[in-house]
């Protein structure tokens, strides 16, 4: 299969330790879907000098950031995707999209899957540089995906302890988040997934899902997303090891146990009120 053959490309976006990985492995259990990685790429892609970033320039690093996803994918070949005079971002993208292309025309399918929970923040630019880009959006309680990012900081506390070191951080990551992905209801190719939902019944979201992709849904995506995962979630990433158990709804469990009563309080009023605002998940 070569790339032109490419029918969709999938973007699935969200605050970080809403899902994304899950959902990322269910959907690559289809026959017809390929998945990768983390890639970041946009998030590379978008940094450097505002000024250069307003003229299409992309910063010098994107290279490398390209590089280090090629060494996590072990396929140093694919360096002939990204030639040495690439100035602009939409080179560079170009480049990004056409080594995705052609690792999913190598098993022969012809959707990819890219989730990285961060390219939320850029999904205008996607939209611009990716031509046929869909995004899914996955939207979980924000009493939850706190604890877990409270949680994961005192573990991991090398890349996530600013969470843990400054709380209000963590519940200010879900709301502006959320805000991000209710933001792009209304456009024809976002679609939206609830963390909760999807945990206590994943069939039938699935099976929407898939009708909104015009895929057939396969049963494979629930037998087979947990090996799926092992294969996308690199031995950097241990926080990311749950995704390869069985589904469970979420029980609020981890909430209780990580903060004190007066903790729960105060996350409880600052979400309350964002739902106020109108960033409810429902």
């Known amino acids: 299969m070569n790339t032109t053959s490419i029918q969709k490309r999938i973007f699935i976006v969200g605050c970080p330790r809403s899902g994304t990985t899950l959902l990322q492995s269910l959907l690559a259990a289809h026959s017809q879907i390929e998945t990768f990685p983390e890639s970041h790429f946009f998030e590379w892609l978008k940094s450097g000098r505002a000024v250069l970033r307003t003229l299409g320039i992309a910063s010098p690093k994107v290279r490398r950031k390209i590089d280090q996803f090629l060494d996590h994918l072990d396929r140093p070949d694919l360096h002939r995707f990204v030639p040495w005079y690439v100035v602009t971002t939409q080179q560079y993208a170009n480049s990004f999209v056409s080594i995705l292309d052609t690792l999913t025309g190598e098993v022969n399918r012809n959707v990819w899957v890219e989730k990285t929970p961060g390219h939320l923040h850029h999904v205008n630019e996607i939209d611009n540089l990716v031509e046929n880009a869909r995004f899914v959006h996955i939207l979980r309680s924000g009493a939850d995906v706190v604890a877990s990012l409270y949680d994961i900081g ?129």
């Open 154 to 282: 005192k573990k991991y506390p090398e890349l996530w302890s600013g969470y843990t070191e400054n709380l209000d951080r963590a519940i200010q990551r879900w709301i502006d988040d959320t805000r991000l992905s209710l933001g792009c209801r209304g456009r024809p190719n976002h679609y939206f997934v609830n963390y909760e939902t999807l945990a206590a019944e994943a069939r039938p979201i699935l099976i929407d899902l898939c009708g909104w992709l015009n895929l057939p849904f396969e049963e494979t995506m629930l037998t087979d997303y947990r090996a799926v995962a092992s294969e996308v979630v690199l031995s950097s990433e241990p926080w990311k090891a749950a995704t390869e158990r069985p589904i469970a709804p979420t029980t609020g469990h981890k909430f209780r146990a990580v903060f004190t009563e007066d903790q729960q309080a105060y996350i409880m009023e600052r979400i309350a009120q964002a739902q106020i605002d109108n960033l409810s998940v429902d």
